[in-house]
C-alpha cells in the first residue's frame, strides 16, 4: 500500500509520500512515489503515485520518454496545468486498459496527484483517475489523498484551509503520515516531503524543494513524540463522561 | 456504514456502535447496532453489527426467537462464552450462505462483536467473521472494531490498553467517533455506548448499562470541544521543521 498527500495552499503546493510497496505482507520494497519534472524556470511539476506499481512506474516511464524523444505532446510542451492533468489522465487510461484487456483477474489500476505551475500560469492540483478523468484542489477543497488515506484524515480535515501556512500544512503532513505509520504496517519511511512556493509576481517560477525524512530523521521524531505527549496529555485533561453516576 | 467498538479491559467490558445505515448516499435510515442480551444474574451479552442490514436483522431475530421457543441450544442454554460465539458464528455462515446461493450478485456478509459474561465464567470478547469463524480479544489486542474503522483507528492505537480505565475506554471512544463522523459521513449519531463492569469475587453478575448520545448532548460535544481545541493548541505549539532554511 502507499499514503500520498497533496496541498494547494494560497502560499505554493505540499506533496508527500511514503516509500512502501508491497505485494502480499511478505514482499514489501521501497519505492519513491514523488516524481518532479522540472524545466528550471519554464515549468515544474510533482506527480505522486498509488496503486498498481508496474502500472505507475510504466506511466512515469512513458512521459520520461517522451521528454527525452521531444514527442510532440510531450509534458515540456504544454501550456497549460489543465493540458498536463488531460495528458497524464489520458495515458493513464490507455496504460489500465491495455493491460486489462489481456488479464481481467488482475487490478492493474492507479492514482495520481500531479501538481505545478507552468510560467505564466497559476499553481495547479488535481487527482487523476485509473479512468484518465480528474478533479482539481479548490479554495473549500484544497487537500487531496491517494493509497491509504483514512487513519490521517480526521487531522487534515481539523487543520488544513487553503490559507494555512506551508509550515502549518508540512506540520500537519508528518503529524498525518505518523498516524498512518502507526496504524497500518503497508505504509512506511522514507517520507519525501516537497514544496513548490507560489511566485505570483515573477515572470519566472521557483524550484521544487524536496526532503527527504528517513529513519532516525531528529525533526520527524521531535515532531511525532511531541504530538504524542501532547495529544495524551489533552486527553487526560478532558473530564471524563457521568453517564452512569 | 456502520463504526462499532469494542474494548476488553480488566475491569470490564465497553461497546459502541453509531446508528446510521446507508444503502447509497440518498438512503440514509438510523438503525440501532447495539443488541444487549440479558439474563439477570446469569449472563449479559452485547452484539454489535455491521455489514448487510437484512443479515444482521436476521441474525438477531433467529436469536431472539429460538429464545423465546425454548429452542434447543439457544443462547440462555449455553454455559460459556465460547459456546455463545459458536453459535452466533454458525448463525452468522447459514444466514450468509443461504441468501449468497440463491444471488451471488450481492454482498449479504456481516460482521458482529460479542462481549459479555456467563455466571461463573470470565468476561469475553469476540470478533465474528463473515465465513462463521472468530477470534478472541487478548491483553495485546484489547479491543475490536467493525465497519468503518480506520478514522478513529490511530487514537485507540495510542491510548487503549488492557488496564485502561473504563473512564479513559469511553472518553477514547467518544473522541474516536467524533474523528469518525467528522471524516465520514456515513457514519451519525446517535451512538449507543454499553458497559460491563467487570466482578470477578461475585457469585452472580453485574447488569449492562447502556446510554444513547443524542444529537445536542452536552457532554458529548463537551468533550468534542475540548478534544478540538486541544489538539489545535497542541499543534500550534510545535515547533514547525525548517527543513528547507
Same mark, same amino acid.
Request: glycine share 6%.
Given at each position: 500500500?502507499?499514503?500520498?498527500?497533496?496541498?494547494?495552499?494560497?502560499?505554493?503546493?505540499?506533496?508527500? @509520500?511514503?516509500?512502501?510497496?508491497?505485494?502480499?505482507?511478505?514482499?514489501?520494497?521501497?519505492?519513491?512515489?514523488?516524481? &518532479?519534472?522540472?524545466?528550471?524556470? =519554464?515549468?515544474?511539476? =510533482? /506527480?505522486?503515485?498509488?496503486?498498481?506499481?508496474?502500472?505507475?512506474?510504466?506511466?512515469?516511464?512513458?512521459?520520461?520518454?517522451?521528454?527525452?524523444?521531444?514527442?510532440?505532446?510531450?509534458?515540456?510542451?504544454?501550456?497549460?496545468?489543465?493540458? =498536463?492533468?488531460?495528458?497524464?489522465?489520458?495515458?493513464?487510461?490507455?496504460?489500465?486498459?491495455?493491460?486489462? +484487456?489481456?488479464?481481467?483477474?488482475?487490478?492493474?489500476?492507479?492514482?495520481?496527484? /500531479?501538481?505545478?505551475?507552468?510560467?505564466?500560469?497559476?499553481?495547479?492540483?488535481?487527482?487523476?483517475?485509473?479512468?484518465?478523468?480528474?478533479? #482539481?484542489?479548490?479554495? #473549500?477543497?484544497?487537500?487531496?489523498?491517494?493509497?491509504?488515506?483514512?487513519?490521517?484524515?480526521?487531522?487534515?480535515? +481539523?487543520?488544513?484551509?487553503?490559507?494555512? $501556512?506551508?509550515?502549518?500544512?508540512?506540520?500537519?503532513? /508528518?503529524? @498525518?503520515?505518523?498516524?498512518?505509520?502507526?496504524?497500518?504496517?503497508?505504509?512506511?519511511?522514507?517520507?519525501?516531503? @516537497?514544496?513548490?512556493?507560489?511566485?505570483?509576481?515573477?515572470?519566472?517560477?521557483? $524550484? &521544487?524543494?524536496?526532503?527527504?525524512?528517513? #529513519?532516525?530523521?531528529?525533526?520527524?521524531?521531535?515532531?511525532?513524540?511531541?504530538?504524542?505527549?501532547?495529544?495524551?496529555? /489533552?486527553?487526560?485533561?478532558?473530564?471524563?463522561?457521568?453517564?452512569?453516576?
Amino acid at each position: 500500500m502507499t499514503y500520498c498527500l497533496a496541498i494547494k495552499l494560497d502560499s505554493g503546493l505540499v506533496f508527500a @509520500s511514503d516509500s512502501r510497496t508491497n505485494a502480499g505482507i511478505d514482499n514489501i520494497s521501497l519505492f519513491c512515489k514523488t516524481h &518532479v519534472f522540472s524545466l528550471p524556470g =519554464v515549468m515544474e511539476l =510533482v /506527480v505522486l503515485n498509488s496503486g498498481n506499481l508496474a502500472t505507475t512506474q510504466e506511466i512515469i516511464s512513458s512521459l520520461k520518454q517522451d521528454i527525452e524523444n521531444k514527442q510532440e505532446g510531450n509534458l515540456y510542451t504544454l501550456e497549460s496545468m489543465f493540458d =498536463v492533468a488531460k495528458t497524464v489522465g489520458a495515458l493513464t487510461r490507455k496504460v489500465i486498459e491495455r493491460h486489462s +484487456r489481456r488479464d481481467n483477474s488482475i487490478d492493474f489500476n492507479c492514482s495520481l496527484l /500531479v501538481g505545478g505551475q507552468i510560467k505564466g500560469g497559476p499553481q495547479k492540483l488535481f487527482m487523476i483517475y485509473p479512468a484518465g478523468n480528474f478533479i #482539481e484542489a479548490t479554495p #473549500e477543497t484544497p487537500f487531496f489523498q491517494i493509497g491509504e488515506l483514512k487513519y490521517g484524515k480526521p487531522m487534515l480535515d +481539523r487543520t488544513i484551509h487553503h490559507n494555512s $501556512s506551508v509550515d502549518d500544512a508540512i506540520k500537519c503532513a /508528518v503529524v @498525518s503520515f505518523d498516524a498512518t505509520i502507526r496504524s497500518n504496517l503497508s505504509v512506511g519511511l522514507p517520507i519525501k516531503i @516537497s514544496y513548490l512556493p507560489e511566485n505570483k509576481d515573477s515572470e519566472s517560477i521557483p $524550484s &521544487v524543494k524536496s526532503y527527504t525524512i528517513e #529513519e532516525g530523521d531528529e525533526t520527524f521524531n521531535r515532531i511525532c513524540k511531541q504530538w504524542k505527549e501532547g495529544l495524551r496529555n /489533552v486527553f487526560q485533561s478532558i473530564e471524563a463522561p457521568q453517564w452512569w453516576n
